[in-house]
Nanobody, 115 residues
């Protein structure tokens, strides 16, 4: 059964940084473009960053220049470094392949940006 073990969420002040980590269990990340998603209250889940197997990256305009996604397929992990965080980055963050294969989302990890 596929699971994603997430860590690194928490409370941070505006302008601060967090690093989220995602370890895939039961799935070889090397076979997928991997993405980090987030969902804020009352909003739909959105893709904020993705990385292909060849390390091509995509960032949503709202996080471009502040977030950096990386992957280590030997460890089945995908990380996102989030800098200069803003209150509007407050959300529950998830990782999942971007190919719509229907893997479970899990509970995510909560990021709260507040003073």
């Amino acid at each position: 059964q596929v699971q994603f073990e997430l860590s690194g969420g928490g409370l941070v002040q505006p302008g601060g940084s967090l690093r989220l980590s995602c370890k895939a269990i039961g799935l070889a990340t090397s076979l997928h473009t991997m993405g980090w998603y987030r969902q804020s209250p009352g909003k739909q889940r959105e893709l904020v960053a993705s990385i292909t197997g060849s390390r091509n990256t995509y960032y949503a305009d709202s996080v471009k220049g502040r977030f950096t996604i990386s992957r280590d397929d030997a460890k089945n992990t995908v990380n996102v470094q989030m800098n200069r965080l803003k209150p509007e980055d407050t959300a529950v963050y998830y990782c999942n392949p971007t190919d719509g294969a229907g893997f479970p989302w899990g509970q995510g990890t909560r990021v709260t940006v507040s003073s």
